[in-house]
């Protein structure tokens, strides 16, 4: 067995407005900056063990998912108790509920605002 290098530090998303994304995930998921670029191109938010990055792209397309010629690279999977509320708060802060739902009861698949899939689950680890 080999010793591990590092640790995942960060999750990066691009999108056209790191700011509004930034503020989006924050109220999602009570996250606080721990870092900017003076131009607010880029900036990462903790209090999640890996933080989540947002870096502005100027040319930005967001993912057609599931189908389309601009697949999702990545999406991310958010551990919530209740699918309707956490659904109905997501909303509030900016979030589309997918039309694409393939297995809502357990999974329910949004859209941040710069049109990245995410997942409400009730399946987590613990």
Not at 75 to 84: E, G, K, P, T
Request: hydrophobic letters at 45%; glycine letters at 6%; proline letters at 7%.
């Amino acid at each position: 067995m080999t010793q591990r290098i590092g640790h995942l530090a960060s999750i990066s998303l691009e999108c056209p407005d790191a700011e509004l994304l930034a503020t989006f995930y924050s109220g999602l998921l009570r996250l606080t900056e721990a870092f900017a670029t003076p131009d607010r191109g880029v900036i990462a938010l903790s209090g999640a063990g890996t933080m989540l990055t947002m870096m502005r792209v100027a040319d930005h397309v967001p993912p057609t998912w599931p189908h389309g010629s601009q697949r999702q690279q990545l999406h991310l999977d958010i551990a919530v108790q209740d699918l309707d509320s956490a659904s109905a708060s997501a909303v509030a802060l900016g979030a589309i509920s997918a039309d694409h739902q393939a297995s809502p009861e357990h999974w329910r698949v949004m859209l941040d605002p710069a049109g990245h899939p995410f997942c409400l689950t009730t399946v987590s680890p613990d």
